[in-house]
């Protein structure tokens, strides 16, 4: 992150300092009016640290959270050396208010998450320079950005009814660790050159969680907008400004280092779900709140077919996802309960094929990985809308 993205663009950009890339990032969002002018955001409202921060609206943070890349070498019969280099990023944007503050309770809260994967792979006959590098980093660090602002964008102008229900996915779950998951965050853990192996193990498994969690979330949404559902409210995922010790680092950019100490901030999107899940409306009507558990039961690869040359394999992912009513004090409820047991469960599987050449054996990538889980994600998504739609349907008995 440092080598290829953040050190690049500070020495080309002289006001900036340390790790800090928000020039860079108000520069390029200069150029996406509509969503400036939708949630009408001021690039530059004060000085970092001004404690009245919150005088001109809620505060707009972008977090980049993973900035890695993975080489293969390989070479095909008769041709010379080949490499495979995967470039990936993960963003993030959240939205936090200062609304919990304003009853001096001196607290902060996402009110909106969106996390993004970007990948890259490039195909080179030689390894990639390290200006190469640079530039890959650069160019895929802008193409999520802009991504990442269009979906953002999609999400907050959609325009819906009263909610007769409320959902967040809030866990994500690898029961076991495949030969192929174990690849994949062994190769991250290896480009990020962490210290402690158990903590950067634990670190990167968090990690890699929550992207899959923001991801599933990401289609889901997409795919109600497409139906046309209304009356449906889902809220952001977990923010990743949670993991590391980036929180401190907020804190102390929106009020000031003075207040920091007396300043907590709430990484779930809205402590509602986490005492009881009933959202009130001017203190009156209730719209009942539902969690969404997403469980990733296999990852593996097989091979689909072959000669003497080229061996073409499947990267397989099984998705899985359940929702439920919190319980203060209890266990959840497993939703909805006007549907039988073996019926409450979204089940779906996701594909992405890919070539070994003769003498290449291509370990488990980021962009194998996400484009198979992306596939799953999508499937999965009319099933889960549908048992939503049954919930908000029935609202009295699935309480």
Partial sequence: ?????????????????????????????????SFLNLIHLDLYPQEPGDENWGAKGS???????????????????????????????????DIFSDRAAQKKQLRL?????????????????TPLSENRLKSVYSQLFKKTLKELVNQAKDELKWERDRAKAVFQFNEFVIPKMSKELSQLIENAMASQGQGNAKKAL???????????????????????????????????????WAQGDVGEVLKNRLVGR??????????????????????????????LGYT????????CTSKVEGNKLVTQNQLTTQLAARIYRPV???????????????????????YKVFNNIKGMQRPTTRELMMDSFRNAAIDISPHLIGLMQEIAANRLENR
Avoid at 328 to 350: C, F
């Fill in 292 to 299: 969404v558990r997403a469980v990733l039961p296999r990852a």
């Fill in 109 to 125: 809260e996402s009110i909106f998450s969106k996390l993004l994967v970007g990948e890259q792979p490039v195909i080179t006959e």
């Fill in 59 to 93: 505060a707009v943070a972008f977090y980049l959270s993973r900035a890695q890349h993975e080489t293969i070498k390989y070479q095909a019969p008769g041709v010379g050396d080949e490499y495979l280099t995967v470039v990936s990023i993960a963003l993030s944007m």
């Fill in 202 to 240: 634990d670190w990167e498994t968090e990690r890699l969680k929550l992207e899959l969690l923001h991801t599933l979330h990401q289609f889901v949404s997409k795919n109600l907008r497409e139906k046309g559902v209304l009356d449906i409210a889902l809220m952001s995922p977990p923010t990743p």
């Fill in 328 to 350: 203060p004090g209890g266990k959840p409820k497993w939703m909805p309960v006007t549907v039988e047991k073996e019926k409450r469960t979204a089940i779906s599987y996701g």
């Fill in 1 to 33: 992150m440092t080598r290829y993205l953040v050190r690049p663009i500070c020495n080309a950009n002289s006001d900036l300092t340390g790790d800090e890339l928000s020039d860079h990032v108000n520069t390029l969002l200069q150029k996406e009016k």
């Fill in 258 to 287: 003075k207040r920091a100490k007396q300043t907590s901030i709430r990484f779930y999107v809205d402590p509602t779900m986490e005492q009881g899940g009933t959202f009130r409306i001017g203190g009156k009507s209730a719209v």
